[in-house]
């Protein structure tokens, strides 16, 4: 079923931000929990994953206010990642189709920029990010498989 969900990006807190957030909303971490750097397997073409970084929060998701999911991640800049304010969150669509979710990432990256390409991941689904032309940050993720 199609879904918006908030993403949030965090320096190297996504864990404390997160406990803070579910004690607000209740409820508990969907799936398995947290998911951290560390649980990930090797990436071509990527270094090894420095040991302060491994048990960092890759994806971790609280459900609130019913439906809506809060997502998160830490983006460490040992990763190349620097979080401003503007950066830190993300829209993130969860079509059910990958043509709808290519008819999406297509129309909202138009006239803006294309931060990664829509492709399959690892994970399993098929996701790509991409800036709009007035700065909002997007994420798109399809579980429907070829």
Request: proline share 5%; glycine share 10%; aromatic share 14%.
């Amino acid at each position: 079923m199609a879904s918006v969900s908030t993403y949030l990006n965090f320096s190297r807190n996504t864990e404390q931000a997160f406990n803070f957030y579910k004690s607000v909303f209740g409820g508990d971490f969907f799936g398995d929990g947290p998911m951290r750097f560390g649980d990930l397997p090797p990436q071509e073409g990527m270094p090894p994953l420095a040991e302060e970084d491994k048990d960092l929060i890759m994806h971790i998701e609280l459900r609130i206010l019913g439906t809506h999911s809060l997502m998160g991640t830490d983006a460490p800049e040992s990763m190349g990642f620097k979080v401003d304010f503007g950066n830190n969150v993300n829209i993130n669509l969860q079509p059910d189709t990958r043509e709808e979710t290519k008819r999406l990432f297509e129309a909202l990256s138009s006239d803006g920029e294309v931060t990664m390409e829509l492709q399959d991941r690892f994970w399993g689904d098929y996701f790509g990010t991409c800036i709009d032309q007035f700065g909002v940050l997007w994420m798109f993720n399809c579980s429907e498989k070829k």
